[in-house]
């Protein structure tokens, strides 16, 4: 079984490979949102302090976003999803990884860029460092979240509006607690709260999404 | 030729199967029981169900009543235990194409859940023609090719007990044809099962046939 979830996640990593374009685009477009403001906005070192975290995870979360559609799309367009669903692997498990496949290809990329966007935004060192622990331990729960609703739009038509519709009120949570822990740590009141409370929402969905996508996807493929 | 250790196996059953899609019905009260070593076809004009059936067979689609058992037992409870005995090829192949013949048939056998060698693939693909192009992207290959290369899987499971094929003759010349039809007859004559859907008379020598035609509405 470990080597069906190895062999997953090493197909998506090479897929990904063989198509840059794909992570180049989600990656491109994090870096010209979030670069975009202090340009728009103007040189007040005090206002892009105060917004810098709030439009790193907003840039973050609609990245994540954009690469969703592709989650299961590909799979389910040339039969794979098929073999998968029929395989000797619960699904849950070769969701879960699938989507980690998803999270290093076009989340880990946004976590590794952030501290260098953030330097635009004036923002002092330790909380670059609270604003990365929290977009590492929260665009894994993005994923995950986005997961369920790729299953469940999977072969709709205009499934990519509907796809935003569900998983944008789920994504809220993540983006109020992910963007406040660097704004708490920027207050003096330190961010552990909201960085424990995060590392709990991904424990949770991590336990529950992958079953939950797993059902969802039984469902779209009949 | 043929084995008798056709007991080990179990049976696969259809108990009174209906299908509807919208508003049609496709087939209602249809049963069948295949034992090892029997060779089912299905065969029927295009839209009448043999997709949907087999789908149903090896437990992608819920039929609208009744169900399916395997050794007895319904497929739905059974889960991973019926799948990791099951081959299924359906009408797309699964084929990646930004991957090279190899790799897509590696992945193919280790979801399924058996490693393979660097040999065994060789060798598989070499007796589905392939001898020379393993290393070419499944993208610049034709559709018969392509077709050849899901099939090449076939070469390699000769250990699982039921092979469910949705239409695997199509897009291939004759000789992929022949060379199908061998490994399937080899399978069936294995003590295997095998259901097919198929608009070729296939010429395969299987001790049992049966044959379900699905009449369409």
């Not at chain 1, 470990?2 to 840059?20: F, S």
């Not at chain 1, 975290?53 to 999803?81: E, I, K, Q, Y």
């Not at chain 1, 569900?166 to 330190?190: C, K, N, T």
């Not at chain 2, 290369?149 to 039921?162: E, G, K, Q, V, Y």
Request: some cysteine.
């Amino acid at each position: 079984m470990l080597a069906a979830l190895r062999c997953v996640i090493h197909r998506d990593l090479l897929l990904a490979a063989r198509r840059m374009s794909d992570v180049l685009t989600v990656l491109l477009f994090f870096v010209i949102v979030v670069s975009l403001f202090p340009l728009g906005i103007g040189p007040d070192p005090a206002l892009l302090r105060t917004i810098a975290p709030g439009v790193v995870w907003v840039a973050a979360l609609l990245a994540s976003m954009l690469a969703l559609n592709r989650m299961f799309a590909s799979d389910h367009a040339d039969g794979t999803l098929e073999q998968m669903l029929l395989g000797a692997t619960p699904l849950g498990m070769t969701v879960a990884a699938k989507v980690f496949a998803h999270w290093l290809i076009s989340g880990l990329p946004l976590v590794l860029i952030s501290p260098v966007l953030a330097l635009q935004f004036d923002l002092p060192q330790e909380l670059i460092g609270v604003l990365a622990i929290s977009l590492a331990l929260g665009t894994p729960v993005l994923s995950l979240i986005g997961a369920i609703g790729a299953a469940l739009t999977l072969g709709l038509r205009g499934g990519g509006a509907l796809l935003s519709l569900l998983v944008l009120p789920l994504y809220v949570p993540v983006l109020i607690i992910g963007a406040g822990a660097a704004e708490a740590a920027a207050s003096g009141l330190g961010g552990q709260a909201q960085i424990l409370l995060l590392g709990g929402l991904l424990v949770f969905a991590a336990v529950f999404a992958p079953w939950a996508a797993a059902v969802a996807l039984r469902i779209s493929v009949e | 030729m043929i084995h008798t250790n056709t007991s080990g196996i179990p049976s696969l059953e259809a108990v009174d199967l209906q299908c509807t899609r919208g508003e049609r019905t496709l087939f209602n009260g249809l049963g069948f029981r295949l034992r090892g070593g029997e060779l089912l076809r299905i065969g029927g004009a295009n839209g009448s169900g043999k997709t949907s059936l087999l789908r149903i067979a090896c437990g992608l689609l819920e039929p609208t009543s009744g169900e399916v058992r395997w050794g007895g037992e319904s497929i739905r409870k059974l889960q991973e235990e019926f799948w990791s005995r099951l081959v299924y090829i359906g009408h797309s192949n699964a084929l990646k194409d930004d991957l090279t013949a190899a790799e897509n048939l590696r992945i193919a056998c280790t979801l399924a859940g058996f490693s393979v060698r660097e040999e065994q693939i060789g060798e598989a693909l070499r007796r589905l023609g392939f001898a020379g192009c393993e290393n070419l992207p499944a993208r610049v290959l034709s559709q018969g090719q392509r077709r050849r290369m899901a099939l090449a899987r076939l070469a390699l499971s000769d250990a699982f007990p039921l092979w469910i094929l949705d239409e695997p003759f199509a897009a291939l010349d004759t000789s992929a044809v022949e060379c199908v039809q061998d490994l399937i007859a080899e399978h069936v004559s294995r003590g295997a099962a095998v259901i097919l859907t198929t608009h070729h008379e296939a010429r395969i020598s299987a001790a049992a046939t049966l044959r379900i035609d699905l009449e369409g509405s």
